[in-house]
């Protein structure tokens, strides 16, 4: 069936997410999928398969996500289905619990596996295991890290930006940087599958973003670490940060889910979409994908400066 779908992508993707299934071994403050009772997972046949039809439209890159990947029992052979195919980049997203453990990821690396992007919530174990909701949790991916240097597996640190994070960003760069990650992702975090509005406490306050974003990005460039910004629009960032700014639809990404219907992951509401009155002439606006639809209306918005 995914042969016929991906002939319409065919020549516009780069990347396919396959979301293994949503299960994880975390309880993350701010996840969606933590909430969910959705058992629904690939089989092993189901992702050689979206691997090799994806590979005829010319995806070179595959990123493994979830819910939390490493717990779903056919990726090892997922990624070296992905090597044999000629993936040029074998992506994993994940917690890092379990890569703490030296024998699980040398099998990974073994069959191909060559980035990994680690999820940062918090500066410190007692930060990021209140996120986590998992003691320990912070020791496991400091143990992570130092497993993928050894392997020599590039790490990106995927730094969530909350309320809970946003005072703590230049101490999370720094720590990415002791970890000796290649580059830090900025995830602003979405409320897109969190239902309830008690939960939109976790959004930064926009002013407060934008001056700890800005010692972030300069304690990031001062470390030599490349920095990007997704989901935090450039008329929130510093006039010298503005190209770190990406746009998620230059991914060429297609997201794959279990039980959903696949799609290019600009169009997720968590990647952004609305915009503002002020938007209409901003020189920005071409390249930005606006704001998610809870911080849109954060009042606070209204007060920034048309470009
Ligand atoms: S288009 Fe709107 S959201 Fe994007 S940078 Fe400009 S003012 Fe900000």
């Not at 909701?133 to 992570?144: C, Q």
């Not at 597996?153 to 309320?163: E, G, H, R, W």
């Amino acid at each position: 069936m995914e042969e016929n779908f991906l002939d319409s992508f065919k020549g516009k993707i780069y990347w396919i997410e396959l979301v293994t299934h949503l299960q994880c071994n975390c309880s993350c403050r701010v996840c969606p999928t933590a909430r969910m009772l959705d058992n629904s997972a690939f089989s092993t046949d189901e992702m050689a398969s979206w691997l090799a039809n994806a590979r005829k439209v010319g995806a070179r890159g595959v990123w493994f996500g979830g819910g939390e990947p490493t717990l779903h029992h056919g990726l090892v052979n997922a990624v070296k289905t992905a090597k044999d195919l000629g993936y040029r980049n074998i992506l994993l997203q994940t917690n890092g619990l379990r890569l703490a453990y030296d024998h699980y990821l040398e099998r990974l690396s073994n069959a191909g596996l060559n980035m990994v992007s680690l999820s940062l919530k918090g500066a410190d174990s007692q930060s990021h295991d209140y996120m986590t909701r998992v003691p320990g949790s912070f020791e496991l991916l400091t143990e992570a890290a130092k497993n993928l240097v050894d392997e020599k597996i590039p790490i990106n640190a995927d730094i969530l930006v909350t309320s809970h994070s946003v005072r703590h960003l230049r101490s999370m760069i720094e720590l990415a940087a002791d970890l000796e990650t290649a580059s830090v992702t900025l995830m602003l975090v979405s409320m897109h599958g969190l239902d309830r509005k008690e939960d939109h406490h976790w959004l930064p306050e926009p002013q407060l973003l934008s001056e700890h974003v800005e010692a972030a990005m300069d304690t990031a460039l001062s470390l030599g670490l490349k920095i990007t910004s997704l989901h935090i629009p450039p008329c929130l960032l510093a006039k010298r940060h503005r190209e770190n700014y990406f746009h998620a639809g230059r991914y060429g990404l297609l997201v794959v889910p279990p039980s959903q219907e696949a799609f290019m992951a600009e169009t997720s509401p968590t990647e952004g979409g609305n915009y503002l009155e002020q938007c209409q002439s901003c020189s920005e606006r071409q390249d930005c994908l606006g704001f998610s639809s809870e911080y849109a209306q954060m009042k606070n918005l209204k007060n920034i400066s048309v470009l």
